[in-house]
């Protein structure tokens, strides 16, 4: 197994574990029991569990940037239809199985300092996905697009949580309404 396989299997095991039992209640000895390798490699390819942490995040962000630029590019709806589309594939993962909420948004309660490597990805992502939105509420000819991009975001990040938290999977779907409306009031 190469170099990077072998880095690979370490973040995938991490980003198991991390999403499912969350980064403090995981230990690196669980990570290489997972992945299978021993714990001199483990650190053969991250010096420390917060080097770790911070290869999982960046991974989190740029898988879920890919997803958000293609359904925020995608040529075969209108540009509205768009950011509406947004709405429904967090409908579709909060209905996956194993739903325990936006790993991003768990990491960043369990990160204490705002200058954490892990908490400046977590916070770029956010920032990308407003500004990604912003961008698609331009080409959709909607006023204001800046202040519906936050109140779209705020409305993601919230139905995300209360799906989680309150095992509410009927969330993402009531903000896709209210989202619906505000494209609407951005629309005259």
């Known amino acids: 197994m190469g170099r990077a396989e072998t880095r690979e299997r370490l973040i995938e095991a991490a980003a198991h574990l991390f999403y499912e039992r969350g980064i403090h209640r995981t230990g690196v000895e669980q990570v290489i029991e997972r992945a299978h390798l021993s714990k001199p490699t483990l650190y ?5 569990k917060d080097e770790l942490v911070t290869a999982v995040l ?34 579709g993962w909060v209905q996956e199985g194993g739903f ?7 990491a960043a309660v369990e990160i204490p300092g705002p ?17 990604a939105l912003a961008r698609a509420a331009r080409q959709a000819g909607l006023s204001r697009p800046m202040v519906l991009a936050r109140s779209l975001t705020l409305l993601i990040e919230g ?30």
């Open 44 to 48: 053969q390819h991250f010096r420390s």
């Open 58 to 91: 960046e991974r989190w962000a740029v898988q879920r940037e890919e997803i958000l630029r293609e359904i925020l590019e995608d040529p075969s709806r209108p540009p509205a239809e768009r950011l509406l589309a947004v709405f429904r594939f967090f409908e």
């Open 100 to 106: 325990r909420g936006c790993g991003l948004v768990n």
């Open 115 to 131: 200058e954490d490597a892990g908490r400046r990805i977590i916070a770029r992502h956010k920032v990308w996905m407003t500004r």
């Open 159 to 188: 139905a995300t949580v209360t799906s989680h938290v309150q095992q509410d999977p009927g969330a993402p779907r009531l903000a896709r309404s209210i989202a619906r409306r505000l494209i609407d009031e951005h629309s005259s």
